[in-house]
């Protein structure tokens, strides 16, 4: 019995072309943990400012007039930094390394005179003619 020779290389080049497609397969994988972490920490600071935003401006109104005007309010998440011009409410969120900022229109405390379309039409008239 004869032995033939027609493998050339042997093991090298199997070995080498495993080791360059698991590098490549690592690579690519921990791309994509990265880019996943990265996204799922933006869209948790994402929310944590617009809630501290919602919370504060609840309690917007419950403040002192002169505290109404400029300020800073400390959540145990980050900080709202507020400043009020006119009818505007600037609010800046920060969480972390982030900063979102949103502006609020504030609203005007006048009354309403309408009435309502659900009174029928002669107690309507009847209150036009007492005014």
Do not use: C
């Amino acid at each position: 019995m004869e032995r033939t020779n027609t493998h050339y290389g042997g093991i090298l080049m199997t070995t080498i072309f495993t080791l360059g497609l698991m590098s490549l397969l690592l690579v690519f994988l921990l791309g994509n943990y990265r880019s996943v972490s990265e996204f799922s920490l933006r869209t948790r600071r994402f929310y944590e400012m617009k809630i501290m935003t919602q919370l504060f401006l609840a309690d917007y109104p419950k403040l002192s007039e002169q505290d109404q005007q400029k300020g800073e309010v400390h959540y145990n998440v980050g900080t709202i930094s507020y400043q009020r011009k006119d009818t505007d409410l600037f609010i800046t969120a920060f969480s972390g390394k982030y900063k979102q900022t949103h502006t609020e229109k504030l609203q005007t405390n006048k009354t309403d005179t309408s009435t309502s379309d659900t009174e029928n039409k002669s107690t309507r008239l009847e209150k036009e003619k007492q005014e």
